[in-house]
């Protein structure tokens, strides 16, 4: 297993995982070697209910993004100590300021010293697998971040963190091209169908800097 991590750009955690235990025992060697591999890891559905039993796999680890829905907060809130209702920011405090997007009516993206509300709204029919989607799509802005990190090219505000750029960027797109897709689908719209929009909302959102008629 351990040849694969140097050829792995990030490594997305728990989409269609389930919850056998043989499983789980799996996903924490391999979270584990991740991490120290230094691979940049993303932890939604239930790769977030193997880390909530195990805070010290992901804790004070910059190069991780948690994605919990409203339950999985609450879940992770009282595996840390805290109270179901506590903040997203003494959330990342207590995991040693990991980064976190708190999914909900509008996504909070925080690391405990920096927080981000996404308010674009997206479709108002949430389609199953939505949150696949989210999770590849800040999976890839963070594969991309940490490619940026290592060419040694700069920020012009050096403070904003990599990762909570790279949470924003996909919970936006994500909101983006669920909202293109109910235009078109209206109730009758399904993942794919938000799928098929995300190339071209990406555009819209982060054009291409590329000469298209020079190729």
Same mark, same amino acid.
């Given at each position: 297993?351990?040849? =694969?991590?140097?050829?792995?750009?990030?490594?997305?955690?728990?989409?269609?995982?389930?919850?056998?235990?043989?499983?789980?025992?799996?996903?924490?060697?391999?979270?584990?070697?991740?991490?120290?591999?230094?691979?940049?890891?993303?932890?939604?559905?239930?790769?977030?209910?193997?880390?909530?039993?195990?805070?010290?796999?992901?804790?004070?680890y910059p190069?991780?993004?948690?994605?919990?829905?409203?339950?999985?907060?609450?879940?992770?809130?009282?595996?840390?100590?805290?109270?179901?209702?506590?903040?997203?920011?003494?959330?990342?405090?207590?995991?040693?300021?990991?980064?976190?997007?708190?999914?909900?009516? =509008?996504?909070?993206?925080?690391?405990g010293k920096?927080?981000?509300?996404?308010?674009?709204?997206?479709?108002?029919?949430?389609?199953?697998?939505?949150?696949?989607?989210?999770?590849?799509?800040?999976?890839? =802005?963070?594969?991309?971040?940490?490619?940026?990190?290592?060419?040694?090219?700069?920020?012009?505000?050096?403070?904003?963190?990599?990762?909570?750029?790279?949470?924003?960027?996909?919970?936006?797109?994500?909101?983006?091209?669920?909202?293109?897709?109910?235009?078109?689908?209206?109730?009758?719209?399904?993942?794919?169908?938000?799928?098929?929009?995300?190339?071209?909302?990406?555009?819209?959102?982060?054009?291409?800097?590329?000469?298209?008629?020079?190729?």
């Open positions: 297993m351990e040849r =694969f991590f140097d050829n792995l750009h990030v490594l997305i955690v728990g989409p269609g995982l389930g919850r056998d235990e043989k499983t789980s025992s799996c996903v924490r060697k391999v979270i584990q070697k991740a991490r120290d591999k230094e691979v940049p890891l993303l932890i939604d559905g239930d790769g977030l209910h193997v880390i909530s039993k195990h805070l010290e796999l992901v804790k004070g190069w991780v993004i948690l994605t919990p829905n409203v339950n999985e907060y609450k879940n992770l809130c009282k595996s840390a100590g805290l109270k179901e209702d506590s903040s997203l920011s003494d959330l990342c405090k207590s995991l040693d300021n990991v980064a976190v997007i708190k999914k909900g009516e =509008f996504d909070a993206v925080s690391d920096t927080e981000w509300k996404v308010e674009d709204e997206g479709g108002p029919r949430r389609c199953g697998g939505q949150g696949d989607i989210m999770s590849g799509l800040c999976g890839t =802005f963070l594969a991309w971040a940490n490619t940026f990190r290592k060419s040694g090219e700069k920020l012009d505000d050096t403070n904003i963190p990599l990762t909570l750029l790279a949470g924003y960027a996909g919970s936006l797109l994500t909101r983006q091209a669920s909202k293109a897709a109910f235009k078109k689908h209206l109730r009758a719209t399904t993942t794919p169908d938000m799928i098929l929009e995300i190339g071209e909302q990406f555009e819209k959102l982060f054009p291409c800097e590329v000469d298209l008629s020079k190729l």
